[in-house]
């Protein structure tokens, strides 16, 4: 008392002061512990519908900022999905049914790991890991089994979490599926075929001995280069459908691309592009380029190897029924309980992956892929109704790539090599110019 009295007023006021402060940042701080996996989870949702309808715009467009921004939302978007299930296995998370719902969302986390059909890979360079990726996906499998089971979870979570589980696997699985195909040497052992020796001149200057011994008439005669093809000014350029310039971007696809892998072409394949590009108009044979253009970027940057085969659209028609069913199956659950905020945030999740499966979906409809796969087969039929909607939805003028190519120029390189530490210190080692 006596003490308390001798206090000067400005003391007094500065240790009330300190008192409200600590109180408020103390709430602020609960606040958030509370609201953080909410966050989490909701950042997550929004990056991957960002990732959804903004990747293949890169194709396109090579603005500097949308090449940050997608940057950032690729690297983020796996950090978050990855942080999040450990943050639920923290003991200091508040219990109780709230904490059942929220350790709920561990398969959706899983699930968005699996990211967007659209981007897998930001660089090329990101197809090589897809052995870290498969032991992510091992670790963030178990990682979320342990969240959810350590929770206790009731049955009005734990059937609607099977059923997400299986997608979140599928899909992480899918996604690993794809950078591995993508990846340079699997690239190259699926594109080497067997190799085609050629004429046998041993045995066939073997025969020609033999026949002059025989006393036989016989002598080479060199022919020249067969040319299958026509001179420029013998080729009428002629317009072509849309529908066959389609065609023949998705069959010079499969020739083409072994350029990117560094295998040759045959003479065969040369004769045969020359003698369907010198028939074309000039607007129509770079659109066939375009085509073939945005198709190789497909296969290295997106699930597109993985997504157009019979096991792929297999897959996505499981992820669909299976992520459906554990939505009404938590609607029923959990009808004529009290709901939350949480509930709430549960069936936004549901809604936002519905929605993104139907997206991705339709696009993988409506794309060349499925045109081509339609169009050599049984349902050559329903091919046209994939053609009108490639019409309408990709049209014939509409820009495929960017018009733009980045080049490294050796000569600027040469006259503009500034001194650097680095340089420096090579140069003191007597290494410069090595």
């Known amino acids: 008392m006596i003490l308390q009295k001798c206090e000067p007023p400005e003391w007094r006021a500065e240790m009330e002061g300190n008192g409200m402060n600590t109180h408020s940042m103390g709430g602020l701080l609960a606040v958030w512990n509370e609201w953080e996996i909410r966050v989490l989870v909701l950042t997550s949702l929004a990056l991957q519908v960002f990732l959804l309808f903004s990747a293949g715009i890169r ?24 942080y999040a299930p450990g943050y639920l296995s923290q003991t200091h998370v508040p219990k109780g049914r709230n904490h059942r719902i929220q350790v709920f969302w561990a ?8 990211g967007q059909d659209t981007i897998t890979a930001f660089s090329i360079e990101d197809n090589e890991l897809w052995k870290r990726h498969l032991l992510s996906l091992l670790s963030q499998v178990a990682l979320a089994v342990y969240v959810f089971s350590k929770s206790r979870p009731g049955a009005d979570t734990l059937y609607p979490a099977v ?12 996604r690993t599926w ?19 020796p050629g004429p046998n001149y041993a045995k066939f200057m073997e025969e020609y001995r033999f026949t002059r011994e025989a006393g036989l008439q016989a002598e080479i005669v060199i022919e020249p280069e067969r040319r299958t093809g026509v001179t420029t000014a013998a080729i009428a350029e002629e317009t072509v459908p849309y529908a066959t310039v389609i065609t023949e971007a ?23 592009s020359q003698a369907t590009f010198l028939r074309l108009m000039p607007e129509q044979a770079y659109k066939i380029i375009e085509i073939e253009l945005s198709l ?9 190897a993985v997504i157009h085969t019979w096991y792929g659209r297999l897959f996505r028609c499981f992820t669909l029924v ?5 939505c009404v199956l938590f609607k029923v659950l959990h009808k004529g309980r009290p709901g939350g905020i949480d509930v709430a945030i549960t069936n936004l999740l549901f809604g936002g992956v519905l929605c993104l ?19 050599g087969s049984i349902c050559h039929s329903r091919s046209h109704l994939i053609l009108r909607c490639l019409k309408y939805f990709q049209p014939e003028s509409r820009a495929r790539w960017s018009n733009s190519m980045a080049q490294h120029n050796l000569i600027s390189f040469c006259l503009q090599d500034r001194s650097t530490l680095v340089t420096k210190i090579l140069k003191l080692l007597g290494l410069k110019g090595h």
């Open 59 to 82: 194709k396109r467009n090579v603005s500097a900022l949308l090449g940050v921004l997608l940057w950032l939302a690729y690297l983020l978007a796996d950090s978050i999905a990855i």
């Open 107 to 114: 398969p959706f986390l899983l699930l968005h790991l699996g």
């Open 163 to 174: 059923f997400m589980f299986l997608s979140g696997i599928l899909k992480y699985g899918e």
């Open 178 to 196: 794809a950078l591995k195909c993508a990846s340079m040497d699997n690239l190259r052992s699926s594109m080497v075929t067997t190799p085609d």
């Open 250 to 272: 998705l069959c010079f696809f499969v020739t083409f691309k072994h350029l990117f892998v560094n295998l040759i072409l045959s003479f065969q394949d040369r004769t045969g």
């Open 296 to 304: 190789m970027y497909d296969t290295l940057h997106s699930k597109a």
């Open 322 to 326: 299976s992520t459906t069913t554990a």
């Open 357 to 375: 499966e139907l997206s991705a979906i339709g696009m993988m409809l409506v794309s060349y892929w499925t045109y081509a796969a339609l169009e």
